[in-house]
T-cell receptor
Framework: AQTVTQSQPEMSVQEAETVTLSCTYD???????LFWYKQPPSRQMILVIR??????QNATENRFSVNFQKAAKSFSLKISDSQLGDTAMYFC?????????FGGGTRLMVKP | NAGVTQTPKFRILKIGQSMTLQCTQD?????MYWYRQDPGMGLKLIYY???????DKGEVPNGYNVSRSTTEDFPLRLELAAPSQTSVYFC?????????????FGSGTRLTVV
């Protein structure tokens, strides 16, 4: 079974600074997808960024980018120019076949 | 453009009661999922369906049942509610088996069993 591990239960960052959230996963698959989801206090699950395993280029979406290290099975999220609205739980997720497997989450607090 | 709709948003059940959480999607997605999220934790898969008439167990299926009679609807049934089922429940859907599209989630149902 695939597992996804987020080793940082909580993190904080000053507004406008950069923060990196870590994620590692375990899989024997060669083709899969990785995601970062944001969950604000409203509980809504919001897709932040996605990465296809067969693509070597790291995905970028505006202030959000990933560092995908396939051999190390690592998938970290970098948030640049942090904003107060980035305060939320962040979940790393792995998808292969029918299922999406989530990590335990990292609670990010952006401080003014 | 409703996406995935879950009802109710909140519910309090007494131990031993039963209820059905409703989930409907209007995107013609083949795959639908039920997850539960315990406080401060990630989401765990309860059941999923790859199409009408087909369902399968996820990681934590005990105490739950599902059915998929139509493409749009995927209700989750709790029989004999227990305090351990206090959680937030999310329904999600996706069109294809795999893909970079991500899943569409409902807004969740917060269930408390007392």
């Amino acid at each position: 079974a695939q597992t996804v591990t987020q080793s940082q239960p909580e993190m904080s960052v000053q507004e406008a600074e950069t923060v990196t959230l870590s994620c590692t996963y375990d899989t024997s698959e060669s083709n899969y997808y990785l995601f970062w989801y944001k969950q604000p206090p409203s509980r809504q699950m919001i897709l932040v960024i996605r990465q296809e395993a067969y693509k070597q280029q790291n995905a970028t979406e505006n202030r959000f980018s990933v560092n995908f290290q396939k051999a190390a099975k690592s998938f970290s999220l970098k948030i640049s120019d942090s904003q107060l609205g980035d305060t939320a739980m962040y979940f790393c997720a792995y998808n292969a076949g029918n299922m999406l497997t989530f990590g335990g989450g990292t609670r990010l607090m952006v401080k003014p | 453009n409703a996406g995935v709709t879950q009802t109710p948003k909140f519910r309090i059940l007494k131990i031993g009661q039963s209820m059905t959480l409703q989930c409907t999607q209007d995107m013609n997605h083949n795959y639908m999922y039920w997850y539960r999220q315990d406080p401060g934790m990630g989401l765990k898969l309860i059941y999923y369906s790859v199409g009408a008439g087909i369902t399968d167990k996820g990681e934590v299926p005990n105490g739950y049942n599902v059915s998929r009679s139509t493409t749009e609807d995927f209700p989750l049934r709790l029989e004999l509610a227990a305090p351990s089922q206090t959680s937030v429940y999310f329904c999600a859907s996706i069109r294809a088996r795999t893909g970079p599209y991500g899943y569409t989630f409902g807004s969740g149902t917060r269930l408390t069993v007392v």
